[in-house]
Structure formats: C-alpha cells, structure tokens
C-alpha cells in the first residue's frame, strides 16, 4: 500500500523561501501523476500544483510564478519549491498520489509571517 510522508514546512517571512518534500513509498510512484494541496484553517483545501508521470506541470492561479513542481522518481519523491512566499500561502500543505480515489500523505505546516 501507498504512503506519502511531507517535511520542510515552517515558520518564513514574507518574500522568502521553502522547498516541500513527499516521500512515497511503494514501486509504482513514477507511473503516477502527483500533486499538492493547501488547506488553510476554515477553508477548503485547494489545488496548488501538479506533475504527470512524464513531468507536465500546472499551477494554481495564485502560485504561477512563485512555486515549481518536481520529481525524482528515483527517490520516489515529490518537492514543491515556494519562493516569493505571501502571508495568503499560509496553509498545511498535503501531497497526493493521483491513483484513484487519491492518496494522502499527512501534511507539513507553512507559515509565512514577519
């Protein structure tokens, strides 16, 4: 069975940086797309950023230009790179593995405030 496990979440002032990593376990990962997702507290938890298994990437709105997915299937691992980071991206972000219905790993808190 599939598990997803995010670090490198934490505390950043606005403009500065952090890179997020998902690692999977299990031998199919690079045949699956993944992606990330934010939640913030009272609200629903929306899209940030997706990859296919062959590396095509889209973006939310809010994030184009700021944040860049990747993976290294060799690792079977995931990472989100946030730069530019606003007060607004302030969230428990989760990865998840797009085999139906979804995989979830538990989520890794970033807080962006001076």
């Known amino acids: 069975q599939v598990q997803l496990a995010e670090s490198g979440g934490g505390l950043v002032q606005p403009g500065g940086s952090l890179r997020l990593s998902c690692a999977a376990s299990?031998?199919?990962?690079?045949?699956?797309?993944m992606g990330w997702y934010r939640q913030a507290p009272g609200k629903q938890r929306e899209l940030v950023a997706t990859?296919?298994?062959?590396?095509?990437?889209n973006y939310a709105d809010p994030v184009k230009g700021r944040f860049t997915i990747y993976r290294e299937n060799t690792k079977n691992t995931v990472y989100l790179q946030m730069n530019s980071l606003k007060a607004e991206d302030t969230a428990v972000y989760y990865c998840?593995?797009?085999?139906?219905?979804?995989?979830w790993g538990q989520g890794t808190q970033v807080t962006v405030s001076s």
């Open positions: 998840k593995l797009e085999v139906p219905p979804g995989y």
């Open positions: 299990g031998s199919i990962f690079r045949l699956y797309a």
């Open positions: 990859i296919s298994s062959g590396g095509r990437t």
